[in-house]
């Protein structure tokens, strides 16, 4: 199981899907987070400190933060989807 950090333009089927599959999935919205323009880079410092995994579709706004942090889940537009997973062992 995945604890996971659904970015709010995550679709919420997707997040359907992943909870159904057994992983603990925490949206923006259930974090009081929605709607409220948060940079970026707050939005991974929460997932850092809530320890989850971002999945976001907003992938050239966040493709430049990755490397930055323990383990991020990026996916791109409907027509192609990127995967970028970044593991740093200290």
Known sequence: MAY???NENFYYAAVEIL????????TTKEAGKDNKR??????LAFAMAEKRIVVTFN????????RFFRIILVLSSAQKTKIIM???IA
């Open 4 to 6: 996971i950090y659904a």
């Open 19 to 26: 909870q159904q599959l057994g992983h603990n999935v925490l």
């Open 38 to 43: 948060i940079p970026d880079e707050e939005v």
């Open 59 to 66: 992938y050239n706004h966040f493709k430049r933060l990755h």
């Open 86 to 88: 970044r593991w740093h």
